[in-house]
């Protein structure tokens, strides 16, 4: 289920080993996850308030999060929450091996009159 909740911040952070994205109104988040124990907290103002979608899609763009940690929480958001198609599209089906063309008949007369004295 969405939300149309809006956010001006959003970044990242560690809790127990493990990066998430975050999000927030306002940078003083910073306070508040460090008293409950995140850590490399990065939080960035965003251009305009967005949705959390909209959001995670700006920072995975911006230099603050290049590093391998921050990319890969990112991904693993965009992952979990970007809408997946609700229509099933068949399968293609399987078509048959494609059949070796048939090998052309010799049609060439081969002379086989000096075989015919050879020994057994």
Do not use: C, W
Not at 2 to 12: C, E, I, P, S, Y
Not at 51 to 78: G, W
Not at 93 to 116: F, G, I, W
């Amino acid at each position: 289920m969405a939300t149309d909740k809006l956010f001006t911040v959003a970044g990242v952070s560690k809790l127990d080993g493990e990066y998430k994205v975050r999000f927030a109104n306002d940078v003083l988040r910073i306070k508040v996850l460090a008293k409950h124990g995140h850590e490399d907290i990065t939080l960035v103002e965003l251009p305009e308030a967005m949705t959390k979608l909209d959001a995670v899609n700006f920072i995975k763009t911006v230099d603050e999060f290049e590093n391998a940690s921050a990319q890969a929480a990112i991904a693993d958001y965009l992952d979990a929450k970007t809408p997946k198609a609700t229509a099933k599209v068949a399968a293609p089906k399987a078509k048959a091996p494609a059949k070796a063309p048939k090998a052309a008949k010799s049609t060439a007369k081969v002379d086989t009159s000096d075989l015919e004295d050879a020994p057994f």
